[in-house]
Every structure is written in structure tokens, then in C-alpha cells.
């Protein structure tokens, strides 16, 4: 090992390493988002609608930081595959920080310090695991990463000045204000330049002239575009949210803009190079490992998968993640009890896993973007084909940035397409015709435009026509059971409709309602009573007759055996609830008696 660590890292065993770094690293960023992570990429395809189109390039390119913006759906669409979105975060987190590490080199950095310059990218992981950070900020700081490189190369005066005044404004209109973090790497990149020829003249001028330059750009934009001057200062598709500007966006800027100069202000080192790098890898493990465990959010990945799974009609996939790790919240609990249903499973096992009430089937409709998806799900495969139609609309009509989604747009297809508007449907499917992923699929359904035999004879489209109702009437949250009840009356084979109605007077704990229903199922052919319902069956029962002599339901002997002797346990242990627990968790007495 050389004693200069300069020299140990420019021979070919220290460029070789460096490069392996950086793949390891893009490695890792690919297996996180690929097998850690996958639901994020997912939801953010969902919400966005990308359209081989020039409209759609002007209506994106004619605001600031539109051309990053445009290049980000382009990218997001590949989404549509997890280990697509995954592999091409990962190149983009790769070339900032080989960026990053350009331009600390130029400016004199030492190269010992090549394990720090994953850190800033780090932070902008970080910021990415939020699911309403958009790409295009990632985009973007590469577009200003690659313009403060450029000038790098620029010697004279005049050259820089002149590239200074084209590339701000360019800069700001293409990838949106970042322009504010390539300005501020110019300015102390020449104060850096400066304190070396103590001259303090030029440098004091490059940041007045930049300074205002910056500003100026957002405020002319203010004067032709009709949005608030905050959100052109602050960009405008960096974040779902317009109103919303988070400090790790900002904090991620700065840490950019700065770094290049930080690491250029260390001191080298000539011993122990190996020591010192090593010492760097330990610090970059345990920072980014605490940066990106506080940025993960398993409980939104956790809902963002089963919500993938359900849309996707991955129900044996969906059931067994379950299996593993039962769901806990309402929008995972939907998503559950349809893939239950589906399966034919939700009258034997819904007590099996957690249970929320009753907006675990069907949750109250809500004013936001993402909750009434799974709930339209439901709506969907039930048979209720307006009001899953309504949930889509609304739907994409509340998301944030006010994009179209491509879900959405799949789904108001089918159900207007169901639904016999057909001028309606080919307007959603011609918009779905010019995408990438959605384009077959879209083609292939407007061969069904018109031709009502081919719908009638689709599994789906053809079953759902006869399932849906025929007459009007005011759809009520509060009345969920009886519209249920009007769906099955209309059509006696829905057998999902007919379970969701039960198992909602279950899940509302009101058997009288379960036992007035019940017997409607008698023609539905089931081979035996399902599980819930003879534990409903059974408990009723019991609180009316001392044993089971005459009781006119076929009920399994061991229901008989576990009713009584959780019973005895209810009825004699003052701890009952934890007695029972471990036991009898699973089933509808235990729900019933103990679940709030």
C-alpha cells in the first residue's frame, strides 16, 4: 500500500474499487425498492398517465421544470414492473453520485473521501421513500448536477458568463427551480476559486449578478403563468401535494449544492488510507441504515402491496401474504375479505384474521385518492357497477397535482363499457391507446364497442351485466346491508353479495339480521354451513336452549365442542379474554364478545 492516498487511489486497484463501490451501491438501491419496497413503484404508476402524444409533451413543457417532469412519467410508466422502477432508480442514484464526486474532484477533494459522496444520495433516498416525492426532483437535480459539470470546463471570463446567462434560465424552465442549487454551487465554487488568489472582488460579484439572476427567473415566470410564486420558487411537480414544500426536500438540496465544497475543505490524509476508508464505510452503513429505516413506512408499503394485489385479482397471492402477517387496518382488511370472497373463502375464514367492523368490507367513502380504490374494488366484483364507477372518478379527480391516473382510466372503460355507454368508454380506451402498458389491452377492448353478444359472452363483462341493479335508487353508506340485499335479490346467484351481506350483520354483530337473512342462501348450493355462519348459528342457540337436542342446523361436532367449552371458560375464568385468546381468537365468539 502506497503511503499517499492520493496515489493509492488513482492506481487501477483504486479506480476498480471505486467503480465496484458504486455498483454495489446501485445494487442495493435496485434490491430495496425491487424486493423491499416494490409497492411504492407500483402506487406511483397508478397515478399518472403518461401519453405518447404532442399535446401532452406541450401541456408539460410549457411550464418550469416541465421537460424533468415529462421525463419522469416517461420513466415512471416502466413502474408498471417492480424491478424496472427499482433498476432505474438505482442507475439515477448512481449517476448523481458519480456527479457528485466529478465535481468535489475538481474542486480539489481528496480521493479518500469517495465513500462520503454517497451520502448526499442517501438523503435523497430517503426523500424518495415518502410516496408523494415525485421522480422529477430526482430528474431535475441530475439536470443541474450535469450543467455545474459543464461549466466546470469553462476557463475564460466571458465564456462563463455567457453560459451562466443561458443556462440559469434553460436550467429553471426545464427542470424547475433547482436552477437555485446549480446558481449556488457557481457561487461557491468561485468563492472556493477566489480565497485561493485572495481575490474577493469577483466572487462578491458572481453573487449578486447569480443571486438575482435566480430570482429573476421564477419572477418573470409569475407575470405569464397563473400559479402562486411560492410553488414557482419551490416547484411545481417536485411533490403530490402543490401546497406542500417538505424540509427534506429542501435539506436535500442544500446537503447537493454544499457537499462538492465540504469535501473539497477536508484534510487528505497519507496514512492508514485503509483505516480512514474503512472508518468512512462504517459511518455511510450506519447513518444511511438509520436514514432509510426512519424514511421506510412498512404500514404503507404493507397497504400498497395488498391494494396491488387486489387490483391485479392476485387473490391466492394476496390471501397467503395474510397468512403470514394478518392486517390490521381497514384498507388491508378490504382488500383481504374480497380476495376471501373471490376464493370462496370469506364465510369459512373471515374471523380467522383481524376484523375491524364493518369497514373492513366496505369502508365509508372518503375524500381523498387512494382509500376509495379498494373499496371500488369490491364495489366492482359485487356487481355495483355505478358506484365502483363513482369511486374511480372521484377518485382520480382528488389526486393532489391533478394528474389522470391509468388505473382509473382502465376502470371507468369497464364500467362505462358494462354500463352500455359506449361513446364514453371509447374516450377512456383512445386515451389508454397511446400509452405503453395499457395500449393492448385498450386496443383489444374497443373491438367490444357495440357488439353487445361479445360483452354478454366475456367471464367478467358479461357476468357483471347481469349481476348489476336495473333500478334506481339513492346509494347510502348507512344502508349498506340493504342494498346488498336489493343486489342478491336481483340476481339469486350472486353468492358474493349474499356472503357480504352476512358477514356485514356479523362483522355490525347483529345476529337478529343475520338469522332473518340466513335462510336466503338455501339456494346457492353450498356443500356444507359455512364456518362463521354455524358459529353465529350455534351461539344463537345456546343463549336459548340448554344443549344442542333439536337445534335445526347441521353443525359440525366440533363447533359444538369448542362453543362449549369456551363457554365454561367465559363464564368461570375472570381473565376469560386472555384465556380465550390464544385459542379462540379466530373465531365469531370471540369477535363478538371482545373485539371493540
Not at 249 to 255: D, K, P, S
Amino acid at each position: 500500500m502506497k503511503n499517499n492516498g492520493e496515489e493509492y487511489l488513482r492506481n487501477s486497484k483504486g479506480k476498480y474499487g471505486t467503480v465496484l463501490l458504486s455498483v454495489l451501491f446501485g445494487w442495493i438501491v435496485f434490491l430495496y425498492f425491487w424486493l423491499y419496497y416494490p409497492g411504492h413503484l407500483y402506487y406511483q404508476e397508478q397515478f399518472q398517465l403518461f401519453l405518447f402524444d404532442w399535446d401532452y409533451w406541450w401541456q408539460r413543457a410549457t411550464v418550469p421544470g416541465g421537460v424533468a417532469d415529462y421525463l419522469s412519467e416517461f420513466l415512471i410508466q416502466f413502474y408498471y414492473y417492480a424491478w424496472a422502477g427499482a433498476l432505474i432508480l438505482a442507475l439515477l442514484f448512481v449517476a448523481i453520485q458519480r456527479l457528485l464526486w466529478e465535481l468535489s474532484r475538481l474542486q480539489g477533494a481528496s480521493a479518500v473521501y469517495y465513500p462520503f459522496t454517497f451520502l448526499p444520495v442517501v438523503a435523497l433516498w430517503y426523500f424518495l421513500c415518502d410516496e408523494n416525492a415525485l421522480l422529477s426532483y430526482v430528474v431535475a437535480l441530475l439536470m443541474a448536477l450535469l450543467a455545474a459539470l459543464a461549466y466546470a470546463t469553462f476557463s475564460r471570463t466571458w465564456t462563463k458568463a455567457l453560459y451562466l446567462c443561458i443556462s440559469i434560465p434553460l436550467l429553471y424552465w426545464i427542470a424547475g427551480p433547482v436552477h437555485f442549487v446549480f446558481a449556488g454551487w457557481v457561487i461557491l465554487y468561485e468563492w472556493q476559486v477566489s480565497r485561493k488568489e485572495r481575490e474577493w472582488f469577483t466572487p462578491l460579484l458572481y453573487t449578486v449578478v447569480i443571486g438575482i439572476w435566480g430570482i429573476v427567473c421564477p419572477l418573470l415566470s409569475s407575470l405569464f403563468l397563473q400559479y402562486p410564486l411560492y410553488r414557482l420558487m419551490g416547484g411545481l411537480n417536485y411533490y403530490r401535494f402543490p401546497v406542500v414544500i417538505p424540509l427534506s426536500e429542501v435539506g436535500v438540496a442544500f446537503v447537493i449544492m454544499a457537499f462538492p465544497l465540504v469535501l473539497s475543505l477536508l484534510p487528505a490524509f497519507k496514512r492508514r488510507v485503509t483505516a480512514g476508508i474503512a472508518l468512512q464505510l462504517i459511518v455511510l452503513l450506519i447513518a444511511s441504515g438509520w436514514l432509510i429505516f426512519k424514511g421506510s413506512d412498512r404500514n404503507k408499503e404493507e397497504a400498497m402491496m395488498y391494494d396491488y394485489l387486489a387490483k391485479n385479482e392476485r387473490w391466492t397471492d394476496l390471501i397467503n401474504r395474510a397468512e403470514k402477517k394478518s392486517p390490521t387496518s381497514p384498507f388491508t382488511v378490504t382488500c383481504l375479505n374480497l380476495a376471501l370472497a373471490e376464493t370462496g373463502q370469506l364465510a369459512d375464514r373471515m374471523f380467522e384474521f383481524y376484523q375491524n367492523g364493518v369497514e373492513g368490507l366496505l369502508p365509508e367513502f372518503q375524500r381523498d385518492f387512494t382509500s376509495p380504490l379498494p373499496t371500488g374494488e369490491v364495489f366492482y366484483h359485487l356487481g355495483m357497477i355505478n358506484t365502483a364507477q363513482r369511486f374511480a372518478f372521484e377518485a382520480m379527480e382528488a389526486i393532489p397535482n391533478f394528474r389522470k391516473s391509468s388505473r382509473c382510466y382502465k376502470r371507468l372503460a369497464e364500467t362505462n363499457l358494462i354500463n352500455g355507454q359506449y361513446k364514453v368508454a371509447a374516450k377512456y380506451l383512445h386515451a389508454l391507446c397511446k400509452t405503453l402498458f395499457y395500449r393492448k389491452w385498450a386496443e383489444n377492448t374497443l373491438t367490444y364497442l357495440y357488439h353487445e353478444d361479445r360483452i354478454n359472452a366475456h367471464k367478467e363483462w358479461g357476468w357483471l351485466r347481469k349481476l348489476r341493479y336495473t333500478d334506481d335508487f339513492l346509494f347510502s353508506d348507512r344502508e349498506v346491508d340493504i342494498m346488498l340485499g336489493l343486489l342478491f335479490q336481483h340476481n339469486s346467484e350472486n353468492r358474493m353479495a349474499f356472503e357480504y351481506m352476512l358477514a356485514y350483520e356479523l362483522e355490525k354483530k347483529d345476529l337478529n339480521a343475520f338469522l332473518k337473512y340466513y335462510p336466503l342462501g338455501k339456494t346457492l348450493g353450498y356443500d356444507h354451513i359455512p364456518r362463521s355462519y354455524q358459529e353465529a348459528l350455534v351461539f344463537v342457540w345456546t343463549q336459548q336452549h340448554s344443549s344442542f337436542s333439536g337445534m335445526p342446523w347441521s353443525i359440525s361436532s366440533q363447533v359444538m365442542d369448542e362453543v362449549t367449552e369456551f363457554a365454561r371458560v367465559y363464564v368461570r375464568q375472570k381473565d376469560a379474554e386472555v384465556v380465550l385468546k390464544g385459542k379462540y381468537s379466530t373465531t365469531f365468539w370471540y369477535y363478538l364478545l371482545f373485539q371493540k
